[in-house]
C-alpha cells in the first residue's frame, strides 16, 4: 500500500510514524516533510505543494489514499480536486472544511443546528464593531474569521485593547485579509479541552481528550503560540462532561453534517470550554491538532491505516478504537524567541534510543545533520500510567536532545 501524506510539521512526522506501523504499508510520500519524515521508516520526502501537482503526483504513483495535515489544502479544495478524478482523499471538501477557514460560517452553523456555543456578533464594518465595543462586559473575545496560522483569537481584557485588536485586524489588516470579518463573542471562564474524532459524514468516534498549552510562559502567560504541550487524556474531562459533549455538540454537529451534505471523511477536531453551566464548543479544526496529534497517536493502540480505510468506505459504525489505559504528557522545544523573532539554521542532538519519543516540527535534514528551521522545533513524548509517571519521563528526555536557544516550558 502507498500513502501521501500531505504537510511539513510535528502532527505529519506523528502521522506518519503511526501510518507506518501498518504492515500492509510499503511507501509514504510526504509532501513537502521535514527533517522527521525524511528519517522516518518507509517515508520519503516530495518536494510538492501545489493541490494540482499532488493529483497528478497521486495518479501517477498508485495511491492508495492520501491523508491532508494542515486546514489551508483542506480550505482550498483538495479533497474534491482528488475526488473529482477518482482518487481517495481523507479529508472534508471544500465546503465542509469552512467549518475551520471561516469562524462566521462555523458559528452561524453551531447557531443552525443547536450547537452549544458562546453568545457571538459578526462584523464586516469596522464602525459597528468599535460601536458594539462601547457597551460590551469585558473581557471579550475577538476573532478573526479567516485561517490566521492559530493567532487569530485576542482575549480583550479591557476596551481598549479591543480596539486596538480592531484595528490589527480590520485596518492594519495584519492576518492579510482573514481579518476583515471578525466575530466578537462572550468570553466564557473555565478550562479548555481538545477532543479530536473521526468521521465518514454519519457516524463520528471521539478519540482521547487532550489539554493543549497555548501560551509561551509557563503559568499561561505571554503570548499565544500553535501548543507548547500536551496532556492526554485531559484531567477535566469527566464522563459528565464526555456525556454534555456528545449530547449537545456531537449530536448536533453530526445532523448539521448530514442535513447541510457535506462530504466529509476525515479528522473533526472539537475546541472545548468546560465552564460552571456546562461545556461549550468554542471552535471546529477539520484537522488534527498540533500537538495534539503527538500525544494522541502515541496512545492510539488501534491501527490508523483501519480507521481511515473504515471512514472512506463508510463503515466506522463497525469500529471501536483501542486506546493504551494511562496517559501521554508531550512537551514542545521552541527556538529562543518565538513566537516573535527567532534565529534557526542551528544544529539538533538527539541521543539514540529515544527516537520513537521525538517528533520533528521546524527541523530540516541538510546534509545528513538535522538542522533547526522554524518556532517550534519538536515534541518530546512520555508515556505512563499515570499523568505523574509520563511527565517524569518526558522531562528527563529534555536533557537528551539540544540546539542553541531549545526553550520549552517546565509546567506542561
Known sequence: MKILLVGSGGREHAIAWKLAQNKNVSKIFVAPGNGGTALENKCENINI????ELVEFAKENNIDFTFVGPEEPLTNGITDKFKKVGLKCFGPDARAAQLEGSKTFAKEFMKKYGVKTAQYEIFTDYNLAKEYLQKCDYPIVIKADGLASGKGVVIARTREQAMNTIDDFMILDIFKGAGKSIVIEEFLEGIEASILSITDGKTLIPFISGKDHKQIFDGDKGPNTGGMGVIAPNPFVTEDVMKDFEENIVANTLRGIEE?????KGIIFFGLMITKKGTYLLEYNVRMGDPETQSILVLMESDLVDLIQAALDSKLDEVKVKWYEGSCVNIVLASKGYPEK??????????????NKVFLAGAQLVNGELITSGGRVLSLVGKGKTIEEARKEVYKLTNMV???????????
Open 342 to 355: 527567532f534565529e534557526k539554521g542551528f544544529k539538533i542532538t538527539i541521543e539514540e534510543g529515544i527516537k
Open 49 to 52: 505543494t501545489d493541490l494540482n
Open 402 to 412: 539540544d540546539f542553541k536557544g531549545k526553550y520549552f516550558r517546565k509546567d506542561i
Open 260 to 264: 447541510e451534505e457535506f462530504d466529509f
